[in-house]
């Protein structure tokens, strides 16, 4: 429940960034030249007109990734240890397969996935360490 509502919050964060960002026009918030379904309403319209910083999926990806390293990492060390490279692997590749990398999507520029991963890890810290301190902490 706790990870939902921090992904919520994440999403609301990340809707605030693009509104915030649409006020300044210029071509590095916008979507790269010929980016398609890059988002849930998969359309053969070109959206490199509309806004695209900071990168929601990579924002979410990382967020989650560090949620859960962050909730498991002090009662399940040696897992966490294990699976550490593996969900930062996987948090990579979805963050380049944005950017056109892989061939599937061209939806983001490097920076717009860069700056999408970095609010994402730091919305995780400051969710789990400010605002759920009393709740996530045994007393």
Not at 11 to 16: A, E, S
Not at 32 to 37: D, S
Not at 55 to 68: E, K, N, P, R, T
């Amino acid at each position: 429940m706790l990870l939902t509502l921090g992904m919520l919050l994440s999403k609301g964060i990340n809707t605030l960034l693009k509104s915030f960002f649409a006020l300044f026009p210029t071509t590095i918030f916008n979507r790269p030249k010929g980016a398609k379904h890059c988002g849930l309403k998969c359309t053969d319209e070109p959206l490199e007109h509309k806004m695209g910083f900071p990168s929601g999926h990579s924002q979410m990806i990382w967020f989650f990734v560090i949620s859960l390293l962050i909730l498991y990492w002090s009662k399940h060390p040696k897992r966490c240890l294990l699976a550490t490279p593996l969900l930062f692997l996987f948090a990579s590749l979805t963050t380049l397969s944005r950017t056109g990398w892989t061939g599937s999507h061209n939806c983001h520029t490097p920076i717009q996935v860069l700056v999408g991963a970095i609010v994402g890890v730091l919305i995780a810290i400051f969710y789990w360490k400010y605002l759920l301190i009393g709740i996530t902490q045994p007393v």
